[in-house]
């Protein structure tokens, strides 16, 4: 399982055009990724990795350790095509560029806080909007949380409590 799931994230590593050492040296770009694949595995397709939440919002230990261990070996991605859901979160993601191989990672933290809170702590969106004012006060626009909330909320993201 650990092999096929390191050749699913080093093809979502090519795919996403994230080189080795820009992973490596770029804090955000290590967000960035982590909260792309709980984003990911939030719409449904699951790659079986574990979040806790941690400072900058979901992150799984065991995915940055497959993400190192696949660009140490480079280990070759899947062959064949992308499954449609696949190809649609690739377009979902579009929305978190901000140029050729960087992402916003301060969205993709706002938008995998708001999807973890909600999908594994339970809280609506209003219990969302204290969260943030308590624990995480960059972020203290009520709209922009509202928004993400409604967002994720429409994009299947967010489970039905």
Not at 28 to 47: M, S
Not at 104 to 127: G, I, P, V
Request: hydrophobic residues 30%; aromatic residues 14%; positive net charge.
């Amino acid at each position: 399982m650990a092999t096929e799931r390191r050749k699913l994230v080093s093809f979502i590593i090519k795919q996403l055009r994230i080189k080795g050492e820009d992973f490596k040296k770029n804090f955000d770009t290590r967000i960035a990724l982590q909260k792309i694949i709980y984003l990911q595995q939030a719409r449904g397709f699951n790659l079986g990795y574990d979040y806790g939440l941690y400072i900058h919002g979901p992150y799984c230990p065991t995915l940055a350790d497959d993400v190192y261990a696949a660009i140490e070996r480079d280990t070759k991605p899947s062959e064949g095509k992308p499954s449609e859901a696949y190809s649609q979160f690739l377009e979902f993601i579009k929305r978190f560029k901000k140029e050729e191989n960087r992402y916003d990672s301060r969205k993709l933290e706002l938008w995998a806080t708001t999807a973890f809170l909600h999908n594994e702590s339970y809280l609506n969106l209003d219990q969302c909007i204290d969260w943030f004012k308590k624990h995480k006060p960059h972020f203290n626009d009520n709209c922009e949380i509202q928004t993400t909330y409604r967002e994720l909320e429409r994009g299947g993201i967010l489970r039905n409590i």
